[in-house]
DNA sequence: TGTACATCAGTGAACGCGCGTTCACTGATGTAC
DNA sequence: TGTACATCAGTGAACGCGCGTTCACTGATGTAC
């Protein structure tokens, strides 16, 4: 991180990191190719040499934020073993602690409109991002009796929609929007709730 | 409507609806003043004897959805009765009807960065429909014993989050972004699991 | 160790564009008498 | 019913701006001999 001349060193990373701040001060409209130049002090056409434009810059944002969100679940997930009830709560809490600790990536994978098919890369890695979920509620509900078991994928996405509409709704401080809970505690006590419904966790648990 | 001279009838309104079509087909970001008085067929100048400028006019379209949202909540809440669960299930599936049919509307409260405080009529109609499920959050919660009974507001924001993650992550047809169930499925049986969770079905009715 | 040269990673000026906004204006409408 | 006039709701030209992108260029670096 030395100061240089007129070779930056690490430039491309530094566009990334760059664009990541604007992105999570401003929202993926407010972020600016030239801006995100500036901030690395360098002028604009220099981005081109390391991203095809604007929203090549967005993607490999969008791709290094999957590539932490999967590498977070998965440790998650594996922390929270053998029990299948515990590591599958274990990525529930990481899914919200990614959002709250690299909402540059959160915005950049799921606001920003990129699509995951973009490219190959980041097609990759996010579908290995959802397996990790889809793997965690595929172990839980093999606790199920197969008769009233909802198929896995459909957890994962329960969870999925439950945990994204928390971090949208209640966990970004929108100026004046209250939230009436902690989001942390808001989550962890409807995942509660919904795993209660599976009868993963018997009635009066206070888990 | 029909076609007029110099003046226009209903400006105002024909902004409006411009301007939801435009945020339906390209999102908050794609909305362009210039582009919603061009399709409304009048000068771009012509747009501030009606608004104070693009935001303001996409605050009126966010009031305009509040306003249809919290009636179609009521409405739903209404024919569900007497039963606390019926009305509650039909404010569940009126949500993701509304992000369906309006979603121009839908983009423009939730996802063009507008604040709700912005001015007191957006607040307040939003605030209306806001309570109209925590009411029917309230009805239910009573059902359950006190002892572990979650706060409504909870019950209410876990509903809205579970909703707005389905709309935000499988209800969009975004290039690829291949949704595993029918949305509506998905919502319906995410609730249901929730509401068993919370003790208000039975373990084993299906409903 | 020194020199020539290819390659790489930046510069800086320029472009065309569409944006939101302003301004003095004018055509259309409604109302008083 | 007709005329004068105030008010309203548009026009159209112009603005300054920042954007993404291109281009020929040049300074820095690395390598072959």
Do not use: C
């Not at 791709?63 to 590498?71: L, P, S």
């Not at 397996?131 to 078991?149: C, F, M, N, T």
């Not at 971090?167 to 929007?177: D, H, I, K, M, N």
């Amino acid at each position: 991180m030395a100061k240089r001349g007129y070779h930056h060193g690490n430039l491309r990373q530094a566009l990334v990191d760059a664009a990541l701040d604007l992105i999570a001060e401003r929202g993926p409209t407010g972020f600016t190719l030239t801006e995100a130049a500036k901030a690395a002090g360098v002028t604009p056409a220099a981005v081109y040499r390391h991203f095809e434009g604007r929203e090549d810059l967005i993607a490999e944002a969008a791709r290094q934020g999957y590539e932490i969100f999967a590498d977070l679940m998965e440790y998650a997930y594996d922390s929270g073993r053998p029990s299948a009830l515990t590591a599958f709560l274990a990525t529930g809490r990481a899914y919200l602690a990614f959002a709250r600790k690299y909402p540059g990536h959160y915005v950049a994978m799921f606001e920003s409109g990129i699509s995951v098919n973009r490219n190959p890369d980041l097609a990759r890695v996010s579908a290995r991002a959802r397996s990790v979920l889809e793997e965690a509620a595929r172990k839980l509900s093999q606790h199920i009796p197969p008769g009233k078991r909802p198929p896995a994928t459909m957890v994962s996405a329960h969870i999925w929609a439950m945990s994204h509409g928390v971090v949208e709704l209640f966990a970004r401080s929108g100026p004046g929007t209250q939230a009436p809970f902690p989001p942390e505690d808001l989550l962890e006590a409807g995942i509660g709730i919904y795993l209660r419904g599976l009868g993963l966790i018997p009635p009066d648990d206070p888990t």
